[in-house]
């Protein structure tokens, strides 16, 4: 299962889909399912104009232990995923990921799981800065 999850880290820097596409693709793949979480320029009806994700020593570990949680539970998935951390402005990617299978049913799947995984189990925390000035912390977890 360790060899099925390609990539799975936090970055610092831009990130990529194809990062993570590249990383999963193989002759058995007949799908290849991808997620890229964009900067949105409004939540909750305000104006967004950027964001700043702060992660905790352990996400690192988290992100891969959701991405082996994935891959156990799709055995015939490759799976790669890539969250970002620092300043980001509206349309930069925070979020890539990707999942390989012979099939798209297990692709789409597992790629949903994981994003949704993800979420909920890796503590990185997201400063929202409004278009009126103020900003808002957010927690990814939950």
Same mark, same amino acid.
């Not at 964001?51 to 996400?59: R, V």
């Given at each position: ?9 936090? +970055?610092? !820097?831009?990130? #990529?889909? /194809?990062? %993570?596409?590249? $990383?999963? @693709?193989? &002759? ?21 104009? +950027? ?10 570990? $988290? ?7 994935? +891959? &156990?539970?799709?055995?015939? #998935? ?15 990617? +925070?979020?890539? %990921?990707?999942?390989?299978? $012979? ?13 949704? /995984?993800? !979420? !909920? ?13 103020? #900003? @808002? ?6």
């Amino acid at each position: 299962m360790e060899n099925r999850v390609v990539i799975a880290r936090i +970055a610092e !820097k831009t990130i #990529t889909i /194809d990062e %993570c596409s590249d $990383a999963v @693709e193989d &002759a058995t793949s007949g799908a290849v399912v991808t997620f890229a979480g964009v900067v949105r320029d409004h939540d909750e009806g305000r104006g967004v104009t +950027a964001l700043s994700y702060t992660a905790h020593p352990t996400a690192a570990e $988290a992100i891969r232990a959701s991405a082996l949680r994935i +891959a &156990a539970a799709h055995p015939e #998935t490759r799976v790669a995923i890539v969250h970002r951390t620092g300043d980001l402005v509206v349309g930069d990617l +925070a979020l890539a %990921c990707a999942v390989a299978a $012979a099939h798209r049913g297990d692709a789409f799947a597992a790629c949903a799981e994981l994003v949704d /995984d993800v !979420k !909920k189990t890796v503590p990185i925390w997201k400063e929202q800065a409004f278009d009126d000035g103020t #900003t @808002e912390w957010v927690a990814s977890l939950g």
